[in-house]
Each structure stands twice: as structure tokens, then as C-alpha cells.
């Protein structure tokens, strides 16, 4: 199957201005060189800290930020280069869904016009049919069809998300691009909203983007999980794979830090010392090897930078440490490399 | 005897929609050295609860008469501003959610630090400072002398929710109330904040009454937990036994409802509809219109607090009528709005 979207090398950097010319003097590099597929029918979870660059990766695939570098191809198109007339057209394909419910609904229009504009916009219907299929789409979410006449204001965070679902879905989009979707929910109205996700992307062969903090969501959620960290993808597995056997240092601290609704399960975790460094001023070599607790980390990982490698079938990582890897050993001592790689998966939880 | 005991709490804000009864006869006690954890959706009245134990509550909110705020012997709800003032942040203290707006961003952490000791006429100008900065090395600042010079722009959350922890505890309070403490940042900072909670726990035996929504933070962190809905207290029970053997039906949901990690399911279970607001909570049990075991005798009466075991209360008619839990059903409020729970 060849994949519906296809995103590589993707970058975004931005200047940094000093001065009162505004001259760039440095650049943040919020996106750096991105690569990954997402097939149809496919949830791909984005996940990683705040700043590590996911949310800008789902605003350049929009083109609601404009890449640096790197190609966004979908369907075969590749949308960076496209022009805004041919773009627009193509977004009826593509759809976006945000994280907070109250400032991505116009409170000045009816829900019934927010779902409607969409169709107004694609000419798909006008009229009598457009009240029935924005009828339709209400029941879809699990709103009831009267609510059409309201305004935004009188509904509750679940019922915007499911109003901001229903407008999503009126242009039949094949793709939508989810950032944070659920992080502003309440957790009983967050499975709601979930489960609701899931029917519609059974029922229809939807593709998400889904981009977000939780953990625990996307393991539910995600059929692959790429792991962003300082603008990079450092892993990318299947789901299932990820949260059985982290391999990047970086998502086995992250995946044992998340508090698990147990008093029974003793906890090992991996704690990272300090905070995300500046993405103005990454670390030269591994960006993570700062605060990487693997225990053959030398100085090979301060120069070379690790390649996003198959280390496992589908199980990608960006580790040089984590055999096997194609930056042979005599490479790594050249680099200053004085420990040669070794497996290492830590055992953070147990029953 | 209990460091903190709280006796039918109703706070009430008189708004222009009514009456809203956000803390509506909540009654707990806290301990000394002990860690409680106070959970719920927005709306519970749960942070509410919090702002009222500090009477920092605001009109048209005030704190109904007939509540009792025991702490160590004294009514909160009944002195006066001034000693109020005298205890604030010395005997009892907040860490709130925000650590961005909980600081002055004009001052640096130092001074904010040691303002809190000279507040409390606790020692000289010189005195406070040294006070302070040792606070900002027991919360794990590095190089605390130089960095106290320093402004809050200047440091990353996770750095600055911790100077927001020394404020609350360089007077070595004996309860601190955590309101939301690490919903702000992310989830490695998280892991070294509850760390350094529990560790400062344990060395200063001070109590903590943490205030979340995140299930899985209690379950690592407190030993008791208090569940809030619809500005009561539904369930009370020792932490083990909460997650173990939940006994109210919005408990279990809420416990349900959760994605966990390394928890395969195909479908999440939901709790159908929305929290009511404060204005008009649901006659009879404030929960029957979204719970799913809910009878004609839960939209009439109004459910006490039931013994279930050792410590363990629970606000639901199923404790005393236990066979009824295995007549499960589509709530009320799935059949009102159209709302679809279940798989299609």
C-alpha cells in the first residue's frame, strides 16, 4: 500500500531577530528534518514535550506555517510547492481539528453555520441539502440535529470538540491532522470524544495525525507513534512495539515517567536530570545525549549525529548506542568513542 | 487528633445565574504528616475547596456560616483576617498550578522567597535571604546562591514550579495544599516534582492535600483519596482500596474512563454527558442522570455517605441496596440528549 501522506526532510527554522534591522542572528530549529508516512486509514501519534517541535510539524503539513526545507507529499502531490488557489482546493482533503474547543469555534455563528461553511466554501451543497447534511453530521458526532441554531457559548468543551469534529467532516476529508485534541477534556468526556474518533475513522477510512503529550492516549489511540525530541524524530515504531520495548533512551525516561493509576505497581523510573535545552542552541552529536542515562554513552554521542535507523522490523531509532547500528565501531572510537554499543532496555515497572 | 478537620464546608457564590453552590457540605480531615488527595472533573469544587481551607475566596463567593475550618485547635472559618493573615503562608500554605503567574515577574526568586519570611517577621533582611536560599537548594536549585538572583523569565517551568514550592515551604508550614501542582508541565518534570514533594514529605513530615484530576499522579503519590462531584464528597477511601475496589459509580467510571499505559482495550467506557453546573445540581443523587445503575429511588433521595469498610464512605444508594448493581443500563441522560455512550 503506498502511503497517503509522506513527509521528508521537513524543517522549520526560525529566525532569530537582533537589532533594529532585525537581523537574523541565530535560528530556532523548531523542525529539524522530519521524515515519516502515514497510510490510509492509519493513526500516526506525534508525541514529545512542549517545544520539541510537534505541533509545528502539524501546521507546516497544513501549510499554516511555511517549511524551511522538506517536502509534504499527499496523495502524490506535494503540497509545499503547490500555490494557494491549488492548496485551498486540496484542503477540502485535509483537515484540522485543534486543541482548545473555545477559541477554535466563531462565537459569533451558529453551529449550524460553522459546520455549513465548509460546503459553502467546496461547493459540495448548497440550500436544502446542506441543512440535511449538516443535520446528518450533528447526529454523526452524537449532537442532536436542533442544535444547529446555537451558538458555541452553550456547549460544553466535549460538545465543541464533537462540533469542531462535525465541521472537520463535512468536506469528507481523508486525512485530519489532530493536535492535542482531547488534552483539554475532562477524562470522562475525553473517552467520549476518543471513542467517537475511532467509529468515525472505522466508518469512513480516515487517516489522523494525532498530536499530543499524553502517553497513555496515544497507546490507545495510535496504530505507530513517532517520538519527537528538540525537533527530531528519535522513534518511530508501531504502538505496540514503542511501549513494549522503548529503544531510545529519551522515550524509555519519558514512557517511565507517566504515573501509572496503580498503588500496586512499584516504579522504577528513569529520572532525566535538568530540563529540554534550548532548541536555539541544541547539543552537538545526539541532542539528547545531555541527559541520556545510557549506560555506554561516551563522547562518540556528542559528535556524531545518530541516523533514524531500523533497528527492529518497523522499529525505528536514533541511537548509536542501541545495536545494531550502522555507524560501525571504528567510526564511534574515531569520534572519541570509548564504550562500544550495547542493548539496554531498562525495566521500569512490574506488577 | 487531625491537623486539619473540615466540617460541612458550603461555600456558595451568590452570581447573577442564581445560586451557585460550588462547595455544597463537604466534611474531611487531614492528619499531620499525612498526604490526602482530592480528585474530580472541572466543576467538582474541588479547587474551590482549597482557595476556601485559605479563606481566600472572593464575592459574590463567601464561605456559608455553620462551616468549621478546624486547624490545630483553631475555626478558619470564624477568626479574623488579620491572624488569618498570620497564618497564611506560615502554618498552612498553597502551591498553585501556574507557576508563571504565581510569581511577580518584576522580583527575583530570592526576594519572593525570603519575602514570605519577612512577612512573618521571621528574622532580618539578611536572615530572610540566607533562608531563602537555602529553601531554593532544599528544592533542588542548582547553585541556589547565584541563581536567586535571578527572574522567573529566567528560569524553565519545572525550575520555577520549584520556587513556587519554596515559597510555600520555607516557613515549614504544616499543611501545604497543592492545587494542581504539575498539571502545567510536562510529564519528565511531573515525575521530578511529585518526587520532590514526596521526598520533602517524608523529611519535614509536613501534611499535603493534593488537588488533581490526574488519577494516576494519586495513585503514586497520596494514601487517602477524597472524590468529588457536583460540590460533594462521593467517595473516601485508602488509596489501594479506591483503585482496587471503587464502590460509586462516577468513581468507577472516572477509573474506566482513563487510557493507561500498557493497558490493552478497544474501547474506552465513557461517563455519558457533562458535569452539571453549580446553579442547578440534579435533585436526588447529583450523579443519576449519567450513572448506569441509577433507580427511581436515586432521583428522589438524596444519597448520605455510606460506611463501606475501614475508612472507606461512599455517597450511593448501591451500599444499601447492593443487588442493584447488576441491573446495569444506558443512563438517563443518554436517552435525553441522544448522546450515544456504547460502540455503534
Known amino acids: 500500500m503506498s502511503a497517503l501522506l509522506s513527509v521528508r526532510g521537513l524543517t522549520k527554522h526560525f529566525p532569530i531577530k537582533k537589532g533594529v534591522f532585525g537581523r537574523p542572528a541565530g535560528f530556532v530549529r523548531a523542525v529539524d528534518g522530519v521524515s515519516f508516512d502515514v497510510m490510509p486509514g492509519e493513526t500516526l501519534g506525534l508525541v514529545g514535550e512542549s517545544g520539541c517541535g510537534k505541533s509545528t510539524t502539524g501546521r507546516m503539513i497544513l501549510r499554516l506555517t511555511e517549511p524551511t526545507a522538506g517536502s509534504v507529499e499527499f496523495d502524490g502531490i506535494n503540497l509545499v510547492t503547490l500555490d494557494s488557489k491549488a492548496m485551498r482546493k486540496l484542503r477540502r482533503k485535509i483537515q484540522v481539528m485543534f486543541q482548545d474547543p473555545f477559541s477554535s469555534l466563531n462565537p459569533r455563528m451558529t453551529v449550524g453555520a460553522i459546520i455549513r461553511e465548509g460546503l459553502t466554501i467546496h461547493r459540495i451543497a448548497e440550500g436544502a441539502a446542506a441543512d440535511a447534511r449538516v443535520r446528518q453530521l450533528l447526529d454523526e458526532v452524537g449532537l442532536r440535529a436542533e442544535y444547529m441554531s446555537r451558538y458555541p457559548h452553550e456547549f460544553s468543551g466535549g460538545q465543541r470538540q464533537r462540533i469542531g469534529i462535525a465541521r472537520a467532516l463535512a468536506v469528507e476529508p481523508a486525512f485530519i491532522v489532530c493536535d492535542e485534541p482531547v488534552s483539554a477534556l475532562d477524562v470522562s468526556v475525553q473517552a467520549q470524544v476518543i471513542n467517537l474518533m475511532q467509529d468515525l475513522q472505522r466508518d469512513r477510512g480516515l487517516a489522523y495525525l494525532f498530536i499530543a503529550h499524553d502517553l497513555s492516549v496515544v497507546e490507545h489511540i495510535a496504530d505507530r507513534v513517532a517520538v519527537m525530541y528538540l525537533g527530531k524524530i528519535v522513534e518511530l515504531a508501531t504502538a505496540a512495539d514503542l511501549y513494549r520495548e522503548p529503544l531510545m533512551p529519551y522515550t524509555q525516561a519519558l514512557l517511565s515517567a507517566v504515573p501509572i493509576a496503580n498503588p500496586d505497581v512499584k516504579k522504577t523510573r528513569v529520572m532525566l536530570q535538568g530540563d529540554v535545552p534550548s532548541p536555539a542552541n541544541p547539543p552537538s552529536g545526539c541532542v539528547f545525549h545531555p541527559r541520556c542515562q545510557h549506560p555506554a554513552k561516551d563522547a562518540a554521542c556528542t559528535e556524531i549525529v545518530p541516523p533514524l535507523e531500523e533497528k527492529a522490523p518497523g522499529h525505528w531509532v536514533a541511537c548509536i548506542k542501541q545495536p545494531p547500528t550502522g555507524v560501525e565501531w571504528g567510526v564511534q572510537q574515531a569520534a572519541g568513542g570509548t564504550k562500544p554499543p550495547t542493548r539496554y532496555l531498562p525495566v521500569v515497572a512490574s506488577a | ?344
Open chain 2, 1 to 344: 487528633m487531625s491537623l486539619l478537620s473540615v466540617h460541612d464546608l458550603r461555600t456558595y457564590f451568590y452570581t447573577d445565574n442564581g445560586l451557585a453552590r460550588a462547595v455544597d457540605g463537604v466534611s474531611f480531615e487531614i492528619g499531620a504528616g499525612e498526604t490526602v488527595g482530592l480528585v474530580g472533573e472541572s466543576g467538582c469544587g474541588k479547587s474551590v475547596t482549597a482557595l476556601s481551607l485559605l479563606r481566600l475566596v472572593r464575592p459574590p463567593g463567601r464561605i456559608e456560616p455553620g462551616s468549621q475550618i478546624i486547624f490545630d485547635g483553631t475555626d478558619l472559618a470564624t477568626i479574623d483576617e488579620k491572624s488569618m493573615r498570620a497564618l497564611r503562608g506560615a502554618r498552612i500554605s498553597m502551591v498553585f498550578q501556574e507557576p508563571m503567574t504565581a510569581l511577580n515577574p518584576v522580583f527575583t526568586i530570592g526576594d519572593q522567597v525570603a519575602e514570605v519570611v519577612r512577612v512573618h517577621h521571621a528574622g532580618s533582611k539578611r536572615e530572610a535571604w540566607d533562608r531563602a536560599v537555602q529553601m531554593l537548594e532544599t528544592v533542588g536549585i542548582p547553585s541556589p546562591a547565584q541563581r536567586a538572583h535571578e527572574y522567573p523569565h529566567q528560569l524553565s517551568g519545572g525550575m520555577r514550579q520549584r520556587v513556587v514550592i519554596a515559597m510555600a515551604l520555607v516557613m515549614s508550614p504544616a499543611l501545604v495544599i497543592a492545587d494542581e501542582p504539575t498539571t502545567a508541565l510536562d510529564v519528565t518534570i511531573q515525575a521530578q516534582i511529585l518526587e520532590l514533594l514526596r521526598e520533602l514529605q517524608q523529611r519535614l513530615g509536613t501534611s499535603i492535600l493534593l488537588i488533581t484530576h490526574d488519577l494516576g499522579v494519586v495513585a503514586e503519590t497520596v494514601s487517602r483519596v477524597i472524590v468529588m462531584y457536583g460540590g460533594e464528597i462521593v467517595e473516601e477511601a485508602p488509596v489501594r482500596e479506591l483503585f482496587a475496589q471503587a464502590h460509586h459509580p462516577y468513581t468507577e467510571g472516572l477509573l474506566n474512563a482513563m487510557p493507561q499505559v500498557g493497558h490493552e482495550r478497544e474501547r474506552l467506557a465513557t461517563i455519558p454527558g457533562t458535569v452539571p453546573p453549580p446553579t442547578s445540581w440534579p435533585k436526588g443523587c447529583r450523579f443519576h442522570d449519567r450513572c448506569p445503575y441509577a433507580w427511581d429511588r436515586c432521583a428522589a433521595e438524596h444519597p448520605p455517605l455510606y460506611q463501606i469498610g475501614t475508612g472507606h464512605t461512599s455517597r450511593c444508594h448501591l451500599a444499601d441496596e447492593p443487588q442493584r448493581r447488576a441491573e446495569k443500563h444506558e443512563p438517563l441522560v443518554a436517552t435525553l440528549t441522544g448522546e450515544r455512550s456504547a460502540s455503534r
